[in-house]
Structure formats: structure tokens, C-alpha cells
């Protein structure tokens, strides 16, 4: 082990250099420079400590509204991830059976088949409480072109050619999964470039342009969903899904002005936000800045209808959730107690955690996929609701072992 902490150490000691820092940094985040970026996971989601939650063994009969809460999309999910997760051997008589049933399936039957095949688990936070924040995500459609344009002058990048992964894992085993993303200056490894260094326009990135589009904004809340649509002058759509990350943690710019007094927890939502930048354009970069995450992209089959999630399955829009993976694995299909965006009514349904996210971080914590265009981007937008979760585990397999 001690040779592994040594060369862990000597990559942090030899590898890195002074982050740029940002001469408008509020009082609360003007801190000395960090030597590196913090680690972080495949989606660049920064190491944090976990106190661990709280699962405890419940029944169906305790799930609100579970008679009518395996809808056809939740089974449209079950089938799509049952691809990679029926090489497992807890999945794969589970995936048997619900292909054996077919696509069009009776709600009765779908309920039971949950009931044969799974326990229940509720989740409570680590101190106890039962309830934790579901907010919303979707895939943004925006027009685009090929070329910079007049019009269209704000780039989409690729993956970088000089971003480099170093995986700690294979450093020090207790980090498995865990990753730390830079560049070589020199014969140095150092931080990767942040956002506000991308953005400078003499600082051109190693990277291809996979289009540009006209709104910044747009642009940024695209890197924060992980994925989009570019329609074309011709009405080609391109398919762009997320590729990779620059390294930096996701720092939410909606936090940062309820702390700068500019909007209230109640209005901080993507809508919210949107309308303030809209109204304070000359504040426009030096809030973006705020989260110096910076996501790239790739292109997708245009025969994908829906995006991909983490799990490399399309999501299904109303059925798949992006989870803190450090407590929840990929797959688990998740029974959700929440209500409707901006409103009382209940929302109660089986879901699926089938991506994640550098903003979804604690037990009871997840973002509701509603799909692709505006009509999603509204609901999705105003999303910030309280919420429950259980967790179904198949039979015989204790949440320890889940992951």
C-alpha cells in the first residue's frame, strides 16, 4: 500500500500546477489556488465523502400508488437496459422472463412480475430523513450549422486530443473508478484547461467543432443535460450525446446567485436562471464561469431516438432517472414518491437509474428524464420537488451487494 500512496503522491506533486483563478470570485468561493483539479468519476463528478444512507427492507403494499405505477414506458425501460445487465447472473432470469412476457404487457402483469422477481428497499438520507430533492433534466433541441457563421459563431467541441484520463484505480485500488483528467505541458501532467480558459478567444482547443449554434446559454444548459439535438439548414438533426469532461467539479450557477441575492431558492430553477441571464447579458460569461465544468461531446446514430444515459441504453423519457451512483447502481429500478413540477399533484411511478450526473449527489437525490424538445425543457426547467425513493433489489440480493 505504501507504494501505491507514493506514486499517487508523486503524480499529484510532480503533475500539477496553479488553477487560473477568476478575479470576480465571490467571497465565498475566493479561495487560495488548488493545486489540481479534484479527482473524479467517468463523469467527472469531484470525490466527495459519502456518509453512508440508510436501506431499509419494506413491502409493496407500502408503495403509494403501486396497483397503477408500472406504467408501459417503466417496461420499455426494464427491456432496453436488460442488454448489458442480463450478464449478470441476478439479471439474467429476470431479463428472460420480462422478454419471454413481450412489449405489450397488462399493468397487473407488470405488477406482479416486480413482486415475483424483487424486494423493496426504502432509502432514508444518513440522518434519518426520508426525503430528498427530484429535480428534471431533458434533451435540448437547438438549430445549428456545420460551419461559424455570422449568426452561429459559439462552437460545440469534441473530445479533446490532448485530454488526458488518468485512471487512480490502477494507482491505488481503493480508487477504483476513479479518475483524474489533465493535459501534458512540458513533461508535466497539469489541470486541464477550465471553462473560462476554453472560452478565451486566444486560446483555441485541441479539439473538433462538431457545430456551432447561436446562444451561449443554450449551449451551456446542453453541457448540463449531457446531450442534444442540432438541426441543420437542411433539417438533418445531429445527435450529439456526451463524450467527456474537462475534470473540474460542477459548481451550480443557480446556487451561486441565490447566494449573490439575486434569486430565491423558490426561482433558481434552469427557467429561472435562463430569464435572469436573458435580463443581465453583459454578466454573461462571468457567471458561466462559476462552473468551470466543461462538458465535450460526440455524435450519435442518427437512428437513436432517444439520448444515451451512463448505462449505454436509450433513456426513456418519464421512465429513467440520473442517481448518485455511489449509492444507487446503474439499473436498479427505483419506485419515485414526488409530485408534478410546480404543483401538488403526486407523481408515483417505477423508474430506472439509468444516468447520472455531476449535480446528482446524496441518497435521496435524482433528475426525472422527460424527454426530448421544449415541451420536456418546460417541464424538466421547473422541476425542484421533494421527493422518496425505494429501491428494488432481486431477490436475495442485499443492497450491500447491489453494487
Known amino acids: 500500500m505504501n507504494k501505491y500512496l507514493t506514486l499517487f503522491l508523486l503524480l499529484f506533486v510532480t503533475g500539477c500546477a496553479s488553477l487560473p483563478q477568476d478575479n470576480q470570485l465571490s467571497k465565498e468561493?475566493?479561495?487560495?489556488?488548488?493545486?489540481?483539479?479534484?479527482?473524479s468519476n467517468t463523469s467527472g463528478q469531484a470525490i466527495t465523502t459519502l456518509q453512508s444512507p440508510k436501506f431499509i427492507e419494506d413491502s409493496f403494499?407500502?408503495?403509494p400508488n403501486w396497483?397503477?405505477?408500472?406504467?408501459?414506458?417503466?417496461?420499455q425501460a426494464l427491456l432496453r437496459q436488460c442488454v448489458p445487465l442480463e450478464k449478470d447472473a441476478h439479471w439474467l432470469p429476470i431479463c428472460q422472463r420480462?422478454?419471454?412476457?413481450?412489449?405489450?404487457?397488462?399493468?397487473?402483469?407488470?405488477?406482479i412480475f416486480f413482486e415475483q422477481h424483487f424486494d423493496?428497499?426504502?432509502?432514508?438520507?444518513?440522518?434519518?430523513?426520508?426525503?430528498?430533492?427530484?429535480?428534471?433534466?431533458?434533451?435540448?433541441v437547438m438549430k445549428g450549422s456545420l460551419v461559424r457563421t455570422k449568426y452561429y459563431t459559439y462552437p460545440i467541441y469534441g473530445e479533446p486530443k490532448d485530454l488526458l484520463t488518468i485512471d487512480l484505480g490502477s494507482v491505488v485500488p481503493e480508487l477504483k473508478g476513479k479518475r483524474l483528467r489533465g493535459r501534458l505541458q512540458g513533461q508535466k501532467v497539469v489541470p486541464y484547461l477550465s471553462r473560462a480558459d476554453i472560452e478565451l478567444e486566444d486560446q483555441p482547443l485541441n479539439a473538433r467543432v462538431l457545430a456551432y449554434v447561436h446562444d451561449p446559454i443554450d449551449l451551456f444548459f446542453m453541457q448540463i443535460q449531457g446531450s442534444g439535438q442540432i438541426v441543420l439548414a437542411n433539417g438533418q438533426h445531429l445527435h450529439l450525446g456526451y463524450a467527456d469532461q474537462n475534470g473540474y467539479p460542477y459548481r451550480s450557477i443557480g446556487r451561486y446567485l441565490i447566494d449573490q441575492g439575486e434569486l430565491t431558492l423558490s426561482n433558481a430553477s434552469v427557467n429561472g436562471i435562463k430569464k435572469w441571464l436573458h435580463n443581465h447579458p453583459h454578466q454573461l460569461h462571468h457567471l458561466l464561469n462559476q462552473n468551470p465544468s466543461y462538458v465535450f461531446f460526440r455524435i450519435l446514430p442518427d437512428s437513436l431516438k432517444d439520448p444515451l444515459g451512463a448505462l449505454g441504453v436509450p433513456l426513456t423519457p418519464k421512465a429513467s432517472l440520473a442517481i448518485d451512483?455511489?449509492?444507487i447502481a446503474l439499473g436498479t429500478p427505483i419506485f419515485l414518491d414526488?409530485?408534478?413540477p410546480n404543483t401538488s399533484r403526486p407523481l408515483r411511478?417505477?423508474?430506472?437509474?439509468?444516468?447520472?450526473?455531476?449535480?446528482?449527489?446524496?441518497?435521496?437525490?435524482?433528475?426525472?428524464?422527460?424527454?426530448?424538445g421544449n415541451e420536456a425543457g418546460k417541464e424538466a426547467g421547473s422541476m425542484r420537488q421533494s421527493g422518496r425513493m425505494w429501491v428494488f433489489y432481486p431477490k436475495g440480493l442485499p443492497p450491500s451487494q447491489s453494487h
Open 338 to 340: 414526488t409530485t408534478l
Open 61 to 63: 403494499s407500502n408503495l
Open 67 to 75: 396497483q397503477h405505477g408500472v406504467s408501459l414506458d417503466s417496461w
Open 29 to 39: 468561493e475566493a479561495k487560495p489556488p488548488q493545486a489540481c483539479p479534484t479527482p
Open 120 to 140: 423493496v428497499w426504502r432509502i432514508e438520507n444518513p440522518d434519518g430523513t426520508k426525503t430528498g430533492l427530484i429535480t428534471g433534466y431533458y434533451e435540448p
Open 349 to 372: 411511478q417505477l423508474m430506472f437509474g439509468q444516468d447520472m450526473g455531476g449535480a446528482i449527489r446524496g441518497a435521496i437525490r435524482a433528475d426525472f428524464y422527460w424527454g426530448t
Open 325 to 327: 451512483t455511489r449509492v
Open 98 to 111: 420480462a422478454r419471454a412476457l413481450g412489449k405489450d404487457t397488462t399493468e397487473e402483469t407488470r405488477k
